[in-house]
T-cell receptor, first 114, second 115 residues
Framework: AQSVTQLDSQVPVFEEAPVELRCNYS??????LFWYVQYPNQGLQLLLK??????LVESINGFEAEFNKSQTSFHLRKPSVHISDTAEYFC????????????FGKGTMLLVSP | DTGVSQNPRHKITKRGQNVTFRCDPI?????LYWYRQTLGQGPEFLTY????????KSRLLSDRFSAERPKGSFSTLEIQRTEQGDSAMYLC?????????????FGSGTRLTVV
């Protein structure tokens, strides 16, 4: 079984400031890792994913996350946030083989203010 | 391709009533998943289908819940004798079997409120 811990339920930040949303996972098997974003009253959108290869993955809108196997972490970072980044962010994990179900963390609400 | 479509978007029902939700996946996707998201929590896996076969069910899926995917196309999720604890967002996702979790597309969800 897998589990995901998102250490911060809410992260307030000013526009153009850097941000890091923390994610730690637990698993007895090798995993794939994901960050999803959810805007109010909308479904989940995939932000970025780590399946294999380079441990640093990037999204098209400036977010990046780094897979750290020794620390079992997959923190999400952005060097300069925008008001439009205000949303709930979910970290998720899936076994890299076998069933393809996702286990999610509880989410981190990113609040960007001017 | 219009993505994953879920209907209705919102449903308010009285406790004890039955409700049914529908999910239309991306047409070429052979896997379909249901998740439930309660307030302040991340989504939790309920069940998934590959084509018309239901391959896995979570312990969260009590005997009041039933899901079907006739002909391997759209899927329905029915909740019988609803309880207030069933109030949640019900999310559907689809993918190709060979992409697994890396290829999910989620719908916008159905928000259920049991009063």
């Amino acid at each position: 079984a897998q589990s995901v811990t998102q250490l911060d339920s809410q992260v307030p930040v000013f526009e153009e400031a850097p941000v890091e949303l923390r994610c730690n996972y637990s698993s007895s098997v090798s995993v794939y890792l994901f960050w999803y974003v959810q805007y109010p009253n909308q479904g989940l959108q995939l932000l970025l994913k780590y399946l294999s290869g380079s441990t640093l993955v990037e999204s098209i809108n400036g977010f990046e996350a780094e897979f750290n196997k020794s620390q079992t972490s997959f923190h999400l970072r952005k060097p300069s946030v925008h008001i439009s980044d205000t949303a709930e962010y979910f970290c998720a994990v899936s076994p890299s083989s076998g069933y393809s179900t996702l286990t999610f963390g509880k989410g981190t609400m990113l609040l960007v203010s001017p | 391709d219009t993505g994953v479509s879920q209907n209705p978007r919102h449903k308010i029902t009285k406790r004890g009533q039955n409700v049914t939700f529908r999910c239309d996946p991306i047409s070429e996707h052979n896997r379909l998943y249901w998740y439930r998201q309660t307030l302040g929590q991340g989504p939790e896996f309920l069940t998934y289908f590959q084509n018309e076969a239901q391959l896995e069910k979570s312990r969260l899926l009590s005997d009041r819940f039933s899901a079907e995917r006739p002909k391997g196309s759209f899927s329905t999720l029915e909740i019988q004798r609803t309880e207030q604890g069933d109030s949640a967002m019900y999310l559907c996702a689809s993918s190709l079997a060979n992409t697994g979790a890396g290829g999910y597309t989620f719908g916008s969800g159905t928000r259920l409120t049991v009063v």
